[in-house]
C-alpha cells in the first residue's frame, strides 16, 4: 500500500470511511438476514424474490433460466428453489403465452406485501438520507462506490 503521499490525518480519515463502509455492510447483512428469518427464506430465495420484484416493476416476465443465470447457480438448484418459494405461497408459475414449453415466474401479492412491509420503510429512509445529499456528493459517493465495486469484479494480481 502506498501511504508515502498521506498525512497521518489523511490516513486516520481513510480509514474512517472504510470503517463507516463496513458498519454499512453489516447492518445491511443484518437487515437482510432478519428479513429472510421472517420470512423463512434462504439468501437465494432472498435474492430470487428481489429479482422477480425489480423485473415485475419494469414490466418484465422471468423464466427459470433467467433466475438461473442471475443466481448463479445450476438449473437443478433453481428448480429446487422454485419448488420451495411455489410450495411456500412465495412465487407461482405461469404458462408462457407464446412458448408452450416455457414458464413465467411471477412474485404472489401476498409475498410481495410482506417484503414491502418489511424493508420498504428503511429503502424509503435510506432514498431520503440519499436524496438529501448535494448532488456533487452523490456523484463523489457513486464514483467511490463504483471504483471499489470494480476493485472487488477483478482477479487479484498474483503475487
Known amino acids: 500500500m502506498d501511504r508515502e503521499n498521506l498525512s497521518d490525518a489523511d490516513i486516520d480519515h481513510t480509514v474512517e470511511l472504510l470503517n463507516a463502509l463496513r458498519r454499512w455492510r453489516e447492518t445491511d447483512q443484518q437487515m437482510r438476514q432478519s428479513t429472510q428469518s421472517d420470512m423463512n427464506l434462504g439468501e437465494n430465495d432472498m435474492k430470487a424474490l428481489r429479482f422477480l420484484i ?11 433460466t433467467e ?4 443466481l448463479g447457480i445450476s438449473s437443478a438448484s433453481t428448480t429446487k428453489l422454485l419448488d420451495r ?5 412465495h412465487v407461482t408459475r ?4 407464446r412458448d408452450r414449453r416455457a414458464v413465467l415466474l411471477t412474485v404472489t401479492a401476498e409475498s410481495h406485501r410482506q417484503i414491502r412491509a418489511t424493508l420498504g420503510s428503511r429503502h424509503s429512509q435510506m432514498f431520503d438520507v440519499a436524496a438529501r445529499l448535494s448532488p456533487e456528493n452523490r456523484d463523489t459517493i457513486i464514483h467511490f462506490l463504483t471504483a471499489l465495486s470494480d476493485v472487488n469484479a477483478t482477479d487479484p494480481p498474483d503475487h
Open 54 to 64: 425489480a423485473a415485475q416493476a419494469n414490466n418484465r416476465a422471468v423464466t427459470p
Open 67 to 70: 433466475l438461473t443465470h442471475h
Open 85 to 89: 418459494l411455489a410450495a411456500s405461497g
Open 94 to 97: 405461469n404458462p408462457h403465452p
